[in-house]
């Protein structure tokens, strides 16, 4: 079969538009740094990669929540501590008022130190987060959840005990929030702990009450302050232990992203030696193949002749 030079021609001619295609996708990975630049480069590893970006956006969100929830339980934490604190404090007053005989004078001095506690105590209990949003009040995050009633001489819990949940891992979730409230109440959430300390506290400012008349209610106020304090302890002793698995869950975090990052190079990775090697190559192919179209198209019949 004789072939023409217009066939020889049309040969030459598509060979280097191939050659441009692989050249072009050539330089394209190495610009982005990937071997697969879209599905029809390697569709199988395409839609591997679609997969792992997948799982790198779900780690992403997991560490966001590691690092905003850990934060929370920080402040949490730090909250109970002082909460905790004042409320020893305040049964080392009652302690103090109890077992001495005091004038009404030293036992109004009592009762207005432990009015600051409580103060302090309820300023802990309306504790925000970075966010701005109350961390004690179960999820009406956005509702300042204990209330003083100055004509009642009550403290009134409007959140409520309904736990919020953050998401952690695959699968995994931690409760957010802790019921604080509850520490302070005997049972509920009617803060009757607060209630009663702060009844007592201003009978004892009240120099018209003989400190005789209230020694009762000390007693009382000092067992409910111990049940109060158990609680907060047996609480901060559940945010260390939640603190310690998001360490680990961050840990893990790290070694998913190493493996996904790994697992995408061997996907998608180039060798830049290899490819500007087949670049090179590729150049000097074309440039042959247009010498040679550039002879071919200056044949005629007397270079036959």
Do not use: C, W
Not at 22 to 48: C, F, H, W
Not at 183 to 207: F, H, P, W, Y
Not at 299 to 304: A, G, I, K, R, V
């Amino acid at each position: 079969m004789r072939v023409t030079n217009t066939s020889m021609s049309r040969i030459m001619m598509d060979s280097m538009a191939n050659r441009t295609v692989e050249y072009a996708k050539l330089n394209e990975q190495l610009t982005s740094g990937k071997r697969v630049n879209k599905i029809s480069d390697d569709p199988v590893a395409s839609m591997q990669l679609v997969q792992l970006e997948n799982s790198k956006s779900d780690v992403n969100q997991y560490k966001t929540n590691v690092v905003r929830l850990s934060g929370n339980y920080s402040v949490q934490e730090a909250s109970l501590k002082s909460l905790e604190g004042q409320l020893l404090v305040v049964r080392d007053k009652l302690l103090a008022a109890k077992n001495g005989n005091h004038s009404a004078t030293e036992s109004a001095t009592f009762g207005r130190e432990i009015n600051l506690l409580l103060d302090g105590m309820m300023s802990d209990l309306n504790t925000k987060n970075s966010e701005g949003n109350y961390l004690f009040a179960g999820t009406k995050t956005n509702i300042e959840p204990v209330e003083y009633n100055k004509t009642t001489q009550t403290y009134t819990f409007k959140g409520n005990n309904e736990r919020r949940d953050a998401v952690v891992g695959n699968g995994i979730t931690l409760q957010e929030n802790t019921d604080l409230s509850s520490s302070l109440s005997v049972s509920g959430n009617n803060l009757e702990i607060l209630t009663n300390l702060k009844k007592l506290a201003n009978k004892m400012i009240d120099s018209s009450i003989k400190p005789a008349a209230y020694n009762q209610e000390i007693s009382d106020n000092l067992a409910t302050i111990e049940i109060g304090a158990k609680k907060i302890g047996g609480m901060l002793t559940d945010l260390g232990a939640k603190q310690n698995r998001l360490e680990h869950l961050s840990n893990l975090h790290d070694d998913v992203e190493i493996v996904n990052a790994n697992l995408e190079k061997d996907l998608a990775g180039i060798d830049i030696l290899q490819v500007n090697s087949a670049m090179q190559s590729n150049f000097l192919s074309t440039k042959i193949a247009h010498s040679m179209q550039a002879k071919i198209s200056q044949l005629s019949l007397f270079n036959y002749i």
